[in-house]
Nanobody, 125 residues
Framework: QVQLVESGGGLVHGGGSLRLSCAAS????????MGWFRQAPGKEREFVAT????????YYADSVKGRFTISRDNVQNTVYLQMSSLKPEDTAVYYC??????????????????WGQGTQVTVSS
C-alpha cells in the first residue's frame, strides 16, 4: 500500500509560480510511474503530467507544456510539479497518483493505483 500526500498549493497571482510536492510512504516510489492530475469545479479530472520510474521519460498535457515540469527524487520518495507562468485557468485541486510497474508513461486516471487527497491551487487574475 502506498500513501501519497500532496503539499505546496496555495493562492498565487497570474504569472506566478508554485512547486507542488507529493510525498510517499508505505513503499518506495522507485518502481512506480507517477502522475499529476487536476480537477476544477464542475469539471472532470484531467491529466497534467507523468514521469516514469527512472525519470527518463515525461509527458505533459498540451495546456501545461512549456510551463510545468514534473520531476522526482526516488531517494526522498517525492515527486514534484514545478508550475510557472500560472494562469487563472490552472485553478484546480491537484492530485498526485502512482501506477505500479512504472516502465512507461500513463495519461489515463484509470491506469493509476494510488491517489493522494489533493492540494488546492488558486490563480488570481
Amino acid at each position: 500500500q502506498v500513501q501519497l500526500v500532496e503539499s505546496g498549493g496555495g493562492l498565487v497571482h497570474g504569472g506566478g509560480s508554485l512547486r507542488l510536492s507529493c510525498a510517499a510512504s508505505g513503499r518506495t516510489l522507485s518502481s512506480y510511474t507517477m502522475g499529476w492530475f487536476r480537477q476544477a469545479p464542475g469539471k472532470e479530472r484531467e491529466f497534467v503530467a507523468t514521469i516514469t520510474y527512472s525519470g527518463s521519460s515525461t509527458y505533459y498535457a498540451d495546456s501545461v507544456k512549456g510551463r510545468f515540469t514534473i520531476s522526482r527524487d526516488n531517494v526522498q520518495n517525492t515527486v514534484y510539479l514545478q508550475m510557472s507562468s500560472l494562469k487563472p485557468e490552472d485553478t484546480a485541486v491537484y492530485y498526485c497518483a502512482a501506477k505500479n510497474y512504472g516502465l512507461r508513461i500513463a495519461v489515463r486516471a484509470i491506469e493509476y493505483d494510488y491517489w493522494g487527497q489533493g492540494t488546492q491551487v488558486t490563480v488570481s487574475s
